[in-house]
Nanobody
Framework: QLHLVESGGGLVQVGGSLRLSCAAS????????MGWFRQAPGKEREFVAA????????AYADSEKGRFTIFRDNAKNTVYLQMNRLKPEDTAVYYC??????????????????WGQGTQVTVSS
């Protein structure tokens, strides 16, 4: 089992920044590909960003390219999501997830084996 706990969410104004953290425990974190997803009220959970186990490959949803950055610190068993120039439409619960098989498509929810409980991000205008 891999246990994931997100933190860093909160209320921020339009144009502001937040850094989300996802701390992992229970198994060897460095062997997992990691991803961030989000879910707004009444909407499907959608892909935000992903990083391979090695950190050598990243992927982003088109709407997040250039504004969000995913990175990981394997020594701290933590993956981060730096979010800049936030917009009201970024308001959602943000979830981190881990996939055992790094060959799976990183933007698919079904590729992930473990999920955190989520952290709320609210962008106010």
């Amino acid at each position: 089992q891999l246990h994931l706990v997100e933190s860093g969410g909160g209320l921020v104004q339009v144009g502001g920044s937040l850094r989300l953290s996802c701390a992992a425990s229970g198994r060897t974190f460095s062997s997992f590909g990691m991803g961030w997803f989000r879910q707004a009220p009444g909407k499907e959970r959608e892909f935000v960003a992903a990083m391979s186990a090695s950190g050598g490959h990243t992927a982003y949803a088109d709407s997040e390219k250039g504004r969000f950055t995913i990175f990981r610190d394997n020594a701290k068993n933590t993956v981060y999501l730096q979010m800049n120039r936030l917009k009201p439409e970024d308001t959602a619960v943000y979830y981190c997830a881990a996939r055992v098989d790094n060959t799976r498509e990183p933007s698919w929810r079904g590729s992930y084996d473990y999920w955190g409980q989520g952290t709320q991000v609210t962008v106010s205008s």
